[in-house]
């Protein structure tokens, strides 16, 4: 007789959180540093100084999601720790309150009085803080903010993201970097928009097509720019 094993699923809504994350960055850094390079290049500015544009682009993009990142997950700690805090002086002082609190979420989950305050009471001699911050706070270990690893995954996928139209402005001749940044940064956009929707579970045209729509449209606006001043 074969032994049954539970089976192992995975959900597309477990990857959001990463996948939003990094998406979002690299479509920054693609659309961003593609558009400044592109307004730059249609000023008729010296490939020199098209170059500069676009590497200054990039770090400075990269440290400003990198700090707006930081900023963020630390508050988001910050919060986290405070509730964690008073949900310790809160098991100090009533506990049976605190019993009587947990049962209640069981219950409204479906579970019937009787049941639920077994589980609340079994759960809280095993780890009380942690059945708290996990059921009445909804923190786990998996969730929990953690600033720099946060700021430092934003930076890397903007800094992903802007390098293929920097590239592009390297490699292209100065008379047609405009139109190779604007067509790598392009086809880069809907790479990633099909991408991002695939590994979340959703069809991937769509998307595609809705990140190529505003990232032509960025070209346009900054193209126009760059020849409205151009020199």
Not at 12 to 41: C, F, M, Q
Request: net charge negative.
């Amino acid at each position: 007789m074969s032994r049954l094993h539970p089976q192992s699923e995975r959900h597309a809504v477990e990857k959001l959180g990463w996948l939003r994350a990094a998406v979002l960055g690299a479509n920054d850094g693609t659309l961003s540093t593609g558009s400044l390079i592109v307004g730059v290049a249609s000023s008729n500015a010296a490939h020199s100084s098209i170059l500069i544009a676009g590497l200054s682009a990039l770090v400075a993009g990269a440290l400003s999601m990198a700090a707006g990142e930081y900023v963020s997950v630390s508050s988001q700690a910050d919060s986290e720790h405070a509730d964690i805090a008073r949900e310790k002086q809160e098991l100090a002082t009533d506990w049976d309150g605190e019993v009587t609190e947990l049962a209640g979420i069981y219950q409204k989950k479906g579970l019937d009085e009787d049941l639920s305050r077994k589980v609340a009471v079994s759960l809280m001699k095993h780890d009380a803080l942690g059945a708290h911050a996990r059921d009445e706070l909804g923190l786990s270990e998996a969730t929990a903010a953690r600033p720099v690893q946060a700021a430092f995954a934003s930076a890397t996928a903007f800094s992903s993201g802007a390098m293929l139209p920097v590239m592009a402005a390297v490699l292209a001749p100065a008379t047609w970097v405009s139109w190779s940044v604007s067509l790598t940064s392009v086809v880069t956009l809907a790479i990633l928009g099909a991408v991002g929707a695939a590994a979340g579970g959703a069809r991937p045209l769509r998307p595609a097509l809705r990140v190529t729509f505003w990232g032509v449209i960025a070209m346009i606006v900054t193209s126009g720019v760059g020849h409205l001043f151009g020199v």
